[in-house]
């Protein structure tokens, strides 16, 4: 009998949290928006790691080799109200789930068509809709919370730690 009630306990309390407010999270959510000069608006919701001491690749995603949500708790969504080119290559309007595979200092930009799912447990390569390859920069001024930023020239910018990954839109 313990057992039940100590079971039905524990499942009430993971409902209650799982609908309570998302900004007390301690990877809390955070939107970057921006419309471009060629009109076109970009959205993408994430949440916010934060690194509290810990080691990139080694304590906290992104870990080399391993496809990350960018970000925290449900994956992130890129959504884009017209057809634009990342890196050059056509991606139709849409939403979609921005995810990265990080190769030491060659990033890869994965925009894949299942964007409403939890972190990148459900990710499955073959719902990729578009994969671009950039290259990580040192940042000069570290990032303790991972940051996306849009500029309206098209360059997004993921800031997290000391690095600097951006990769350009239009």
Same mark, same amino acid.
Not at 32 to 45: C, F, H, P, Q, Y
Not at 48 to 67: C, F, M, N, S, Y
Not at 87 to 104: R, S
């Given at each position: 009998?313990?057992?039940?009630?100590?079971?039905?306990?524990?499942?009430?309390?993971?409902?209650?949290? =799982?609908? =309570?407010?998302?900004?007390?999270?301690?990877?809390?959510?955070?939107?970057?928006?921006?419309?471009?000069?060629?009109?076109?608006?970009?959205?993408? %919701?994430?949440?916010?790691?934060?690194?509290? #001491?810990?080691?990139?690749?080694?304590?906290?995603?992104?870990?080399?080799?391993?496809?990350?949500?960018?970000?925290?708790?449900?994956?992130?969504?890129?959504?884009?109200?017209?057809?634009?080119?990342?890196? =050059?290559?056509?991606?139709?309007? #849409?939403?979609?789930?921005?995810?990265?595979?990080?190769?030491? %200092?060659?990033?890869?930009?994965?925009?894949?068509?299942?964007?409403?799912?939890?972190?990148?447990?459900?990710?499955?390569?073959?719902? %990729?809709?578009?994969?671009?390859?950039?290259?990580?920069?040192?940042?000069?001024?570290?990032?303790?919370?991972?940051?996306?930023?849009?500029?309206? %020239?098209?360059?997004?910018?993921?800031?997290?730690?000391?690095?600097?990954?951006?990769?350009?839109?239009?």
């Amino acid at each position: 009998m313990k057992t039940l009630l100590l079971s039905a306990f524990v499942l009430i309390a993971f409902a209650a949290c =799982g609908q =309570g407010d998302k900004s007390k999270r301690p990877s809390p959510p955070a939107q970057a928006k921006e419309t471009l000069n060629s009109g076109t608006t970009i959205t993408i %919701d994430y949440s916010q790691p934060a690194l509290k #001491g810990r080691t990139i690749g080694q304590d906290i995603e992104p870990k080399d080799g391993e496809v990350w949500r960018t970000g925290a708790n449900e994956a992130t969504v890129f959504e884009t109200d017209k057809d634009l080119k990342v890196e =050059g290559q056509a991606l139709p309007a #849409g939403k979609y789930g921005l995810f990265t595979l990080v190769n030491g %200092d060659e990033w890869t930009i994965i925009f894949n068509k299942t964007w409403k799912q939890w972190g990148a447990f459900g990710y499955k390569e073959a719902d %990729d809709a578009l994969r671009v390859k950039v290259k990580a920069q040192k940042n000069e001024t570290a990032a303790e919370r991972f940051t996306i930023t849009i500029s309206k %020239d098209g360059k997004i910018s993921l800031m997290w730690g000391d690095r600097l990954v951006v990769f350009t839109v239009n």
